[in-house]
């Protein structure tokens, strides 16, 4: 549920969104090759955890937990009640549900997993780009040290 103000949100809704993984490489040689499998399976595993959970903002100023139970959350959106199997749930810090939003994070957290995995001076970038549908998608460009 994307949160435009205190007021005026999305309505509960899903997305199946697709992730994108990008490098940008300073040279490409037989020698220093990129071992693919390392961004497959990172990048797999990020879709896993997100798969078929409902994403909340916890860092967004209109999103409230009133309480995180073992079974169940209940929180307000927007002044809005909601209470959903804990399961369900995955918070995760960042202010909005939004693909900018989202591509952001994820480019965080793969660039966090797989970068020390990553050929030293090959790679000079790492970009998510995270899609909800044809023609709508944001990608975040990180670049590594």
Known sequence: MTVFDEARKERLHGH??????????????GGRLVEL???KDAAAALCAEWKEHL?????????????WGRTQI???LCGDRYVLPTDDVLLLPIDNVTIEALSTHAAALLLERIGPKLP???VTS????ISESPGQQATCTLPLS
């Open 16 to 29: 199946n969104y697709q992730l994108d993984v990008e490098l940008e490489l300073r040279q490409i040689d």
């Open 126 to 129: 790492l970009s998510v780009t």
């Open 74 to 76: 209940e929180f307000r």
């Open 55 to 67: 994403l909340l903002a916890k860092d967004n100023p209109h999103f409230e937990v009133l309480d």
């Open 120 to 122: 030293a001076g090959v």
């Open 37 to 39: 499998s390392i961004i």
